[in-house]
């Protein structure tokens, strides 16, 4: 079993930065692929970050390429996710997800999580 909780949303004027933390428990935590989803009201779970076990490789939604970085600290069983130059349509509640450990995995795809966090708001003030 792997569980995690978010911490760090708050709500911030569009073009400041925020730092998500997902801190996990689980001893097959570091082994996972983790990722970020977000999800705003009325709208279907979205695809925001995710990487790798051993940080080797990371992903993008489109709509967060060059201004979100995701990473993440195994000593510390930690994911983050830096938000930066923030926009309004950035508004959702984020969540972060472990994957499951099986070697065929689609880190864009939601269905590929078996773990996930209760998620945190994020709100983005124009």
């Known amino acids: 079993q792997v569980q995690l909780v978010e911490s760090g949303g708050g709500t911030v004027q569009a073009g400041g930065s925020l730092r998500l933390s997902c801190l996990a428990s689980?001893?097959?935590?570091?082994?996972?692929?983790v990722g970020w989803f977000r999800q705003a009201p009325g709208k279907e779970r979205e695809f925001v970050a995710g990487?790798?076990?051993?940080?080797?490789?990371?992903d993008y939604g489109d709509s967060v390429k060059g201004r979100f970085t995701i990473s993440r600290d195994n000593t510390k069983n930690t994911v983050y996710l830096q938000m930066n130059n923030l926009k309004s349509e950035d508004t959702a509640v984020y969540y972060c997800?472990?994957?499951?450990?099986?070697?065929?995995?689609?880190?864009?795809?939601?269905?590929?999580?078996?773990?996930w966090g209760q998620g945190t708001q994020v709100t983005v003030s124009s």
């Open positions: 990487v790798t076990w051993n940080g080797g490789s990371t």
């Open positions: 689980g001893h097959t935590f570091s082994s996972r692929t």
């Open positions: 997800a472990a994957a499951h450990l099986r070697p065929r995995l689609s880190i864009t795809d939601a269905f590929d999580y078996d773990y």
